[in-house]
């Protein structure tokens, strides 16, 4: 109930749904309400209110795990929800990193990743083999990080929405090319990528404040779609990027 609680996703019980989700940065709790049965869980996680959350299966055993990447330590710290267990990596050497984490390899397991805007390098730490991949993509240091399964291979691909000219740049992970959409019209259209219309394939989509439209660009057709949904232009959408939607939590409190 707190204006500044951080809306968060994923699949918390592992019952194929996912589950309604806050984290509040004033007590450090997450709360989630369980679709399989309606109950409340209440985790405290994440010591620190400037805490980033990045909640994803990281130990692929298909319910997603509560998780924090620290700015100010660098370190990220994951509740396993398979043994209870609590992982620490000290991955992304700048507090500026923005913590990206997907599944690039494949391997059923969320990567630890982070995207560094200063020199345009994603750096990856691979589950599947423990390997550090770094990838220059985004020449632009503004650039939003929007990593998905574009291209339907079972990979996240490395992606970016560049604000000043509405591009959306993706790097397939199936053929190594680039993808160049335009698309979101306005610069202050927030990126909302997700699988919309079921076709394995993440849908290039934005949310514009100022009229409260998405529009989705649908893969399985090319055709885009138009919805008109949350009645406030301060209404924060669950498929904006992490920091978009702390700026705006943050906001909704002043």
Known sequence: KSANDIPVSGDFDGDGIADVAVRRPSNQYWY?????????????????AEDI??????????ITDIAVRRPSNQYWYILN????ELQR??????????????????????DIAVRRPSNHT???LRSSDGEIER???????????????????????????????????????????TQRINFGKQSEDIPIVADYDGDGKADVAVRRPSTQYQY????SDGVTERVW??????????????????SMAAAASD
């Open 32 to 48: 989630i309400k369980n679709s399989s049965d309606g109950e409340i869980q209440r985790v405290n996680f994440g010591k620190q």
């Open 53 to 62: 959350p990045v909640p994803a299966d990281y130990d692929g055993d298909g």
């Open 81 to 84: 929800s398979s043994d209870g």
């Open 89 to 110: 990596f000290n991955f992304g050497k700048q507090a500026g990193d923005i913590p990206v984490p997907a599944d690039y390899d494949g391997d059923g397991k969320a």
């Open 122 to 124: 994603w750096y990856i």
């Open 135 to 177: 990838i220059v993509f985004g020449r632009d240091e503004a650039d939003i990080p929007v990593p998905a399964d574009y291209d339907g291979d079972g990979k996240a691909d490395v992606a970016v929405r560049r604000a000043s000219n509405q591009y959306f740049y993706i790097l397939n992970s199936s053929d190594g090319e």
């Open 216 to 219: 989705i660009l649908r893969s």
């Open 229 to 246: 949904f949350g009645k406030d232009a301060a209404d924060i959408p669950l498929a904006g990027p992490v920091l978009t939607r702390m």
